[in-house]
């Protein structure tokens, strides 16, 4: 049996997203879930079990295979005055909604000029690691992070799975949240009594002074895991947790930066112009003359993802990569 | 029911508003006042003029890019939509929009949108709130036949019928997705039939009577308030001008023009007034001279209108503190 703080409660990144939605839509009748799956089966990854019974089918509504309707409908009813949550199961089906989304909610305020804002939040599951292979094992967040008028935030923990979904409803503009699927399952601890946290800054999950490991979702904890690692071989790396993709927190950045004048981002997606160049290019901008050493990506290779295990394991940033690269700038 | 003469007068004017509105339009791209894609509506007026009689006040209109007309028959001030046009501030999107983007909260009218298909989906979403908060709203949600083509036209067709939503589905079948006639893009060219297939009740109108169309959207918004779903209207009509003004033309036949402007609602319906007594000379003339003083006072609003400052550039990319 774990002893827990009075303080603090265990809970698993899965309950927090659930317990999340079932406070907003028991505080606000405007609040509504749909997508595919999240009623009778309860989600594809159980996120949403036992809410039907809850909430009813009029608010826990089950869709077609459908993305680009049901995200449509989601905008026109944030537009008609709901908060609705739409779930995405995938970011991979995200693409079939792709229109709605860039095209639709994030045009709209200023198409209307300023008339039009649109509401709504859109959670979707991200990510590879789990052996399903090419067509599920996206990590898009970088797209989505190119475009204005949408919010791209990615909770990497209990707390954030917890309390981000609030501040996302009470946004008045497009917000999208991506959950890591090899997250779901992460246990920790939920400070009592919390309350909803910020969307827009970064945050220092370890305190460091020789390196600066740079990650957000699910790629987090293998920065952590890396930076217990570096510890035992004598290098203090910070891990900075970017937490929002858009706006991205570059101040946070810059500070860390400008303490440990080293830095390794940690992407699990494609190097290529992806979410990693874009803060490679903010420290170039703003610390080139800050940084001691070149900086370095370790980043999903630059293939489709397998689908047999060791060759996945070796597509994606592993533990041992983010050691080395740290490794190598700071001359150990 | 024979409408009466007040009426009948209302609808023609309606329809001469967004004709000369228009052709104004297409005078102040050629001098360059009006940039960008311009698509005229003129031949498919009795459309929008008609299906806007059955909307009240609070009810939703999303539309297409060629718009002008539903915004006008909607209500949207005249001068607004070509300040809009102008790219001024004073314009009903402040100018961030242009021709294709015409909104205005007042009239809850969802644009101009420019993407095929694209609103389908978002009146959708508009009737799903009004059901959900138990309003007695209609979302009518305008498109063309090219749209018929797209996914998510049928994604959203599916969605409202399987919901039971209070969306009036127009199709405006003017023949040409730009410039590809409907026997070259469809299998089945009854389009109706498409709609009829996800159980959703879908008429055919001739979107050239003005009459026509004003009576089966009164009939569809009847029945959609009473709870009946969505329902679907395919109303046959036809594009007097190219696409848009870059367009030579090349994929219809002058004659077949020649035959639809036989049809023109603003030639045919105050031939049928005429005939009927309702309608004379001094009285054709004086809707014309009311309609282009109307014109002229947008084309002055517009004129009259400023350039938003350049520092203004990043303003609605996200809402500011304190909107609601």
Request: a negative charge.
């Amino acid at each position: 049996m774990t002893t827990v703080k009075p303080d603090l409660r265990i809970l698993t990144y899965r309950e927090s997203v659930r317990e999340a939605m079932r406070q907003a839509m028991q505080e606000d009748e405007r609040v509504f879930l749909m997508g595919e799956d999240v009623g009778r089966y309860g989600g594809c990854y159980g996120v949403s079990k036992g809410m039907l019974e809850e909430f009813g089918p009029e608010r826990v509504r089950d869709t077609p295979l459908s993305e680009a309707a049901f995200v449509g409908a989601g905008i026109g009813a944030a537009l008609g005055g709901m908060r609705p949550i739409v779930e995405v199961m995938t970011v991979n089906f995200s693409l079939l909604a792709l229109d709605q989304i860039v095209n639709t909610a994030a045009l709209y305020l200023h198409m209307s000029g300023g008339q039009f804002n649109v509401p709504v939040v859109i959670r979707m599951a991200t990510g590879a690691g789990r052996q399903v292979a090419a067509q599920h094992s996206h990590s898009l967040e970088g797209w989505y992070a190119h475009i204005p008028g949408i919010k791209v935030v990615t909770p990497a923990t209990i707390e954030d799975a917890r309390w981000m979904l609030p501040t996302a409803l009470a946004d008045p503009d497009p917000v999208i949240i991506f959950e890591h699927a090899g997250l779901y399952n992460t246990e920790g601890e939920l400070p009592e009594p919390g309350g909803p946290v910020d969307i827009s800054t970064a945050r220092t999950r370890r305190v460091g002074s020789d390196v600066t490991l740079i990650s957000y979702g699910g790629s987090l904890f293998k920065a952590m895991t890396a930076a217990d690692d570096l510890a035992t071989k004598g290098v203090s790396a910070e891990v900075l947790d970017l937490r929002v993709l858009r706006p991205l927190d570059v101040d946070a950045i810059i500070k860390s930066i400008t303490a440990t004048h080293r830095a390794v981002v940690i992407d699990e997606g494609w190097k290529s112009v992806g979410m990693s160049a874009e803060i490679v290019a903010c420290i170039a901008e703003r610390a080139l003359w800050e940084l001691d050493a070149p900086v370095r990506r370790v980043c999903t290779a630059e293939v489709p993802i397998p689908y047999a295990q060791h060759m996945e394991r070796a597509a994606l940033p592993q533990v041992p990569d983010i050691v080395a690269a740290a490794l190598e700038i700071v001359g150990r | 029911m024979t409408p009466d003469r007040d009426h009948l007068m209302h609808l023609l004017k309606e329809m001469l508003r967004i004709r000369l509105f228009e052709e104004r339009c297409a005078q102040l791209y050629q001098v360059e006042k009006i940039r960008g894609f311009l698509h005229l509506y003129i031949g498919e007026e009795a459309v929008a003029v008609g299906v806007m009689q059955s909307l009240v006040s609070g009810d939703a209109v999303v539309a297409t890019y060629r718009e002008h007309g539903h915004a006008l028959a909607r209500g949207v001030n005249a001068g607004m939509i070509m300040a809009e046009m102008f790219g001024k501030m004073e314009g009903c999107s402040r100018g961030r929009g242009g021709s294709m983007h015409l909104f205005d909260k007042s009239t809850r009218f969802y644009g101009g949108n420019a993407i095929v298909g694209g609103g389908l989906p978002l009146a959708v979403g508009l009737a799903l709130a009004d059901q959900m908060q138990h309003r007695p709203q209609v979302t009518a949600v305008f498109f063309g036949e090219g749209a018929a083509a797209e996914g998510e036209f049928h994604e959203a067709l599916n969605l409202a019928a399987l919901w039971n939503l209070p969306v009036l589905f127009c199709c405006e079948n003017n023949l040409y997705a730009m410039g590809t006639a409907l026997e070259r893009s469809e299998s089945q060219l009854e389009i109706t039939l498409k709609a009829a297939s996800y159980q959703m009740p879908a008429w055919a109108v001739d979107g050239m009577d003005v009459l026509a169309v004003e009576e089966a959207t009164r009939l569809a918004v009847e029945a959609i308030r009473a709870g009946g779903g969505p329902h679907f209207l395919e109303l046959r009509t036809y594009r007097f001008r190219a696409h848009s003004m870059f367009d030579p033309e090349l994929y219809r036949d002058k004659a077949e023009v020649e035959m639809w402007k036989e049809r023109d609602p603003l030639l045919t319906l105050p031939m049928r007034l005429r005939a009927e007594g309702l309608l004379s000379d001094e009285d054709w003339d004086a809707m014309n001279r009311e309609v282009l003083s109307e014109v002229e006072e947008a084309v002055a609003f517009a004129e009259a209108g400023t350039w938003e400052p350049i520092e203004e550039l990043t303003r609605f990319v996200y809402s500011e503190l304190g909107a609601p």
